[in-house]
């Protein structure tokens, strides 16, 4: 007879988690000078993915993420989301506002899902694999969207970035991989219907917002 003690796996800590969520990546792990630093590398094509956690200040406390995220050059100007459903959602369907439905049901009843532009939104959630990676999760928030005004500053109104993130400190390897695979995924079909170019963002240009071809 087993013995579920023996058999439950140790606890990872999070820098041992961000290392097997790289090796199962067959990514690169980037030690940082504190292990909150720490990052995962993935080059996918001409993207490259980062894997990190980051730290929100509300004034009174704060909220540590989890996140992938990777720069794209956009073809055009198109934002999209994907969160989890809460009660406020399902107050707005009473009055009709249902975010956009892409055939899913399963998945249109886990989150909501909003665009910029609804048929380059159901172009992207075409493709089954995205959608798998999206509801293997527990729950996460899919965006792509402009960057900081900031850095839009430095890179012009052409780069924008693809996030998956999750409130709190993910220290299971596979969850963290399918983020990095999730942002993979997003990349590759918004190459394929024609929102993004199939080129690396280069450090010290700026991109302006075209329709080049």
């Given at each position: 007879?087993?013995?579920?003690?023996?058999?439950?796996?140790?606890?990872?800590?999070?820098?041992?988690?961000?290392?097997?969520?790289?090796?199962?990546?067959?990514?690169?792990?980037?030690?940082?000078?504190?292990?909150?630093?720490?990052?995962?590398?993935?080059?996918?094509?001409?993207?490259?993915?980062?894997?990190?956690?980051?730290?929100?200040?509300?004034?009174?406390?704060?909220?540590?993420?989890?996140?992938?995220?990777?720069?794209?050059?956009?073809?055009?100007?198109?934002?999209?989301?994907?969160?989890?459903?809460?009660?406020?959602?399902?107050?707005?369907?009473?009055?009709?506002?249902?975010?956009?439905?892409?055939?899913?049901?399963?998945?249109?009843?886990?989150?909501?899902?909003?665009?910029?532009?609804?048929?380059?939104?159901?172009?992207?959630?075409?493709?089954?694999?995205?959608?798998?990676?999206?509801?293997?999760?527990?729950s996460l928030?899919?965006?792509?969207?402009?960057?900081?005004?900031?850095?839009?500053?430095?890179?012009?109104?052409?780069?924008?970035?693809?996030?998956?993130?999750?409130?709190?400190?993910?220290?299971?390897?596979?969850?963290?991989?399918?983020?990095?695979?999730?942002?993979?995924?997003?990349?590759?079909?918004?190459?394929?219907?024609?929102?993004?170019?199939?080129?690396?963002v280069a450090e010290g240009?700026?991109?302006?917002?075209?329709?080049?071809?």
């Amino acid at each position: 007879m087993s013995n579920p003690e023996a058999d439950r796996k140790p606890e990872l800590n999070r820098r041992e988690a961000f290392q097997a969520a790289a090796a199962e990546l067959d990514a690169t792990f980037v030690e940082g000078k504190r292990s909150f630093r720490d990052e995962v590398h993935l080059q996918h094509g001409p993207w490259r993915i980062v894997l990190d956690t980051y730290v929100v200040s509300t004034g009174q406390t704060t909220i540590t993420y989890t996140r992938a995220r990777a720069l794209y050059l956009a073809r055009d100007d198109f934002t999209f989301r994907v969160s989890p459903r809460h009660l406020f959602h399902r107050i707005g369907e009473r009055f009709g506002f249902y975010g956009l439905l892409v055939g899913d049901k399963a998945l249109e009843h886990k989150y909501k899902i909003t665009s910029s532009n609804d048929r380059r939104g159901r172009s992207l959630m075409r493709d089954r694999r995205l959608r798998e990676l999206i509801m293997v999760q527990p729950s996460l928030r899919l965006d792509i969207r402009r960057l900081s005004w900031g850095r839009r500053r430095k890179m012009g109104d052409g780069v924008r970035a693809v996030t998956v993130q999750t409130e709190g400190v993910i220290k299971e390897p596979d969850r963290l991989a399918n983020y990095v695979r999730l942002v993979a995924a997003t990349l590759d079909q918004l190459a394929r219907v024609g929102g993004a170019y199939h080129e690396a963002v280069a450090e010290g240009r700026t991109y302006v917002l075209s329709r080049r071809g």
